[in-house]
């Protein structure tokens, strides 16, 4: 009779962890039973010895600085070995407490481990394209011999010991055999998305599984002969279970799911059994046939279908009261978002980008709370519930902060900062609003009318307005009553959503001037996501305050030092103008103040970013002066020039003389810029758009590979730091831009292989933004579905 899923229930729960069980194994053998092995995002790993039916908390092993990815046990050493996001290997006793060794080498995270082919040997697969064959001495000396070939992370790593061969999957969807010596023995080729696991199989067959959901079954002569789904996301993980037979695979994925197959037939057996968590990452079979499991949930759990080892009623009735609470979540919106879409607790690990930032964070129990950054960590705030009863699209309520508004104005204080949001219900004072507004962006009060004014202009009458005279208000300080000038409200002009401070719309580039935002077609269900192809271009400049600056510092310079007349620095600042006449007496005023110290240069660079908008200038400044060679050596000085070189060369790239000056000296430019690891909001969204203008030409021309692979590796670099949303936004798109040329799969391998900016981007998407930055969400959705 065949062994099926149905008879499984849960056993026992092991509760330790405070984060994500990232990968589970079975350890050595005690007199009571064999012990399991765990580790977690919380960067620890717990050793549980069987007690009867229960598992006790052994040792907790703490050497890692960074999440744990995987961990394997090597009977035959007794020993225990773990691999972290630190790209560490430790290898311990198994009853010791501090690592018998410590291998290093890999470059980035080692996300998974097997025991080798010989005694002492392991391998072990890393997010940095290498596998790597770890050789261990008696005597501790360690050896390696790196398996290199794969184009992206390798993420499942897998001993053949009767072919005497290594295996190898990768982010680049490729499947390697190797010899003993390290050298390449043949590809496989069938799966769509990243390879995220490996089992050897009899007769010499294998079997992998993926991000594309589909278990494949290979032959020994390396035909994909089946194709086993079910799945209906990642699959995480896959283990034998040889209790049951020879040919019995259990896998586990992001569908919350546990799942059993022959893999003989291509059989389901049983009904999936679902996890009380998003993800079940790891899985593992004991030789008495029980099954243990790894959740985000960080809950190891046991499951047996011999029901003197199944848990007491009260546990399994709590488990499977939590699966259909669970189940019931899966379609449970707040705000118009699923809950299952809400990023974790662990997205508490990851700094705020702004004091008073706010997150919505699903816990592991499936309530919503919020929290907020202040002075440096998250703080909770309150529970997060649907007070409408209804999702944002039917209620006609708006979600901020965790709580709903009838408005959430978008304001444009500055030409260079993103948007700040202006929350707002009717029947509210509009100048109460206005006030906590201020306060709590810590504005000029000067600002208190016309906030005021664009709230009762824009809440379409929500906004109940008291006569100043009868309002009972007084001021706390004076105890008169407020100043209310233009009280017909001439003053505010334009249509509902005219921004308070400039009179325009919230944002606006050269290539759109629509009202509220660039992308509103795009956010609102445009069905092309990319390419983008409008370049995004830095116009706008106060010429009045850069000629001031640039007054202040040649007044302190010597006329040996580069001191020039006021009537140059007049004729420099006509450069700033939309309609420039080409004028070579100008340009050469400009150079003269380009030998400027460095530490006085950021206006002078103000004006050329300006400037080379103009492909005339622009050819004569490069053509007469190579004016790159003399401004990119700035992209490694002070922050202010960095910012001035980035717009340059994104607003060079507009015209063609840019383009072409630019890309012939692409990978200085882009290594450069990728050194930049820290910097303003400003910053970021000039990086960022350097590179999304870059790539708009490649999508606009025969893509080069070596181009794509450059910017893609720069693009990377910015979001391994970046916390601007723009920024994160603009970037986004340089990375859809690429996954439409021919570089496309190649692109898509270097980022899927970075797990810190997928998980990034993940959190991103899941978590709504208020809508200047649903944008945001839309695109991540796209990007991610074409990953």
Request: charged share 20%; with cysteine.
């Amino acid at each position: 009779m065949e062994p099926t899923l149905d008879k499984y229930k849960l056993s026992c729960e092991l509760l330790g962890h405070s984060l994500d069980v990232r990968a589970v194994a079975v350890g050595g053998k005690t007199n009571e039973g064999q012990m399991l092995l765990s580790g977690s995002r919380d960067k620890t790993t717990k050793i549980w010895k069987p007690i009867g039916n229960e598992y006790i908390e052994s040792v907790t092993l703490k050497d890692h600085k960074n999440f744990i990815a995987s961990v394997c046990y090597l009977p035959q050493e007794q020993w225990i070995c773990t691999s972290s996001n630190d790209a560490t290997i430790c290898i311990y006793q198994q009853d010791a407490f501090v690592p018998l060794l410590t291998l290093k080498g890999h470059e980035s995270t080692v996300c998974a481990l097997a025991g080798g082919l010989k005694p002492r040997s392991l391998i072990s697969g890393s997010w940095d394209k290498t596998a790597r064959v770890w050789l261990i001495s008696e005597t501790g000396d360690v050896t390696h011999i790196a398996l290199q070939g794969h184009e992206a992370a390798v993420w499942a790593v897998a001993t053949l010991q009767e072919q005497q061969k290594y295996v190898t999957g990768g982010a680049d969807k490729c499947i390697y055999y190797w010899n003993a010596q390290g050298e390449k023995l043949r590809l496989l080729k069938g799966h769509t998305d990243c390879v995220r696991g490996l089992i050897p199989l009899p007769s010499n067959s294998l079997l992998s599984c993926g991000n594309d959901a589909v278990l494949r079954y290979w032959n020994e002569d390396g035909e994909c002969v089946r194709e086993l789904s079910g799945h209906t996301n990642y699959i995480y993980a896959m283990a034998r279970n040889q209790q049951l037979g020879e040919q019995i695979v259990l896998s586990c994925g992001e569908d919350s799911t546990l799942r059993m197959w022959n893999v003989s037939t291509g059989k389901e057996l049983g009904a999936p059994l679902l996890h009380p968590a998003i993800s079940v990452w790891s899985v593992a079979c004991l030789a008495n046939g029980d099954i243990v499991t790894g959740c985000s949930d960080g809950v190891v759990r046991v499951f047996s279908q011999d029901p003197a080892r199944q848990g007491k009623q009260q546990l399994v009735q709590s488990f499977e009261m939590a699966v259909a609470t669970h189940k019931s979540q899966l379609n449970e919106e707040i705000g118009g978002v699923k809950k299952t879409d809400l990023p974790g607790p662990e997205a508490l690990l990851t700094n705020g980008t702004r004091e008073g930032q706010t997150k919505m964070v699903r816990e592991t129990d499936g309530s919503v709370k919020c929290y907020s950054w202040e002075l440096g960590k998250w703080n909770l705030v309150g529970d997060v519930t649907g007070a409408t009863g209804g999702t944002q699209s039917n209620s006609g309520k708006k979600l901020h902060d965790g709580k709903e508004y009838d408005f959430v104005f978008n304001v444009d204080i500055s030409d260079t900062e993103p948007p700040i949001k202006l929350p707002y219900n009717r029947g509210e004072d509009p100048w109460q609003a206005a006030q906590s507004f201020i306060h709590r962006h810590n504005l000029p009060q000067a600002y208190l009318d016309q906030v005021a004014n664009f709230i009762v202009t824009n809440s379409k009458g929500g906004a109940t307005v008291t006569s100043q005279a009868n309002s009972g208000y007084q001021d706390p300080f004076t105890g008169g009553a407020r100043y209310v000038p233009g009280s017909s409200q001439s003053n505010v002009q334009g249509g509902g959503n005219m921004d308070p401070f400039t009179g325009g719309s919230s944002y606006s580039t050269a290539a759109s001037k629509q009202s509220s935002n660039v992308d509103v077609n795009f956010v609102r269900g445009s069905d092309k996501h990319f390419p983008v192809s409008s370049y995004r271009t830095f116009d706008t400049c106060d010429a009045g305050k850069v000629l001031d600056k640039m007054k202040e510092f040649n007044n302190k310079l010597t006329s040996t030092e580069g001191k020039v007349g006021d009537e140059l620095l007049q004729a420099v600042i006509r450069l700033t103008d939309k309609s420039l006449a080409l004028d070579p007496t100008t340009l050469e005023a400009l150079m003269l103040l380009l030998k400027w110290p460095a530490g006085m240069l950021f206006p002078v660079l103000d004006i050329l970013r300006l400037a080379v908008r103009h492909e005339a200038v622009f050819s004569l400044l490069q053509n007469s002066h190579n004016i790159l060679s003399h401004i990119v050596p700035q992209l490694n000085g002070a922050a202010a020039n960095q910012l001035m070189v980035c717009r340059c060369l994104a607003n060079a790239l507009t015209h063609a003389a840019g383009r072409q000056h630019i890309q012939a000296q692409l990978p200085q430019l882009v290594e450069l810029v990728a050194g930049i690891r820290a910097g303003s909001p400003n910053l970021q969204i000039a990086i960022a758009t350097f590179y999304l203008n870059v790539t708009i030409a490649q999508t606009q021309s025969v893509a080069s590979s070596e181009v794509c692979h450059s910017v893609t590796s720069g693009v990377l670099e910015l979001l391994k730091w970046a916390k601007d949303l723009e920024a994160w936004y603009r970037a986004m798109q340089a990375i859809g831009n690429l996954t439409t040329t021919a570089c496309g799969q190649e692109t898509i391998a270097q980022v899927v292989s970075v797990d810190s900016v997928m998980d990034k981007l993940r959190e991103l998407t899941n978590t709504p933004q208020d809508e200047n930055f649903a944008k945001v969400n839309v695109l991540g959705q796209a990007l991610l579905a074409a990953f």
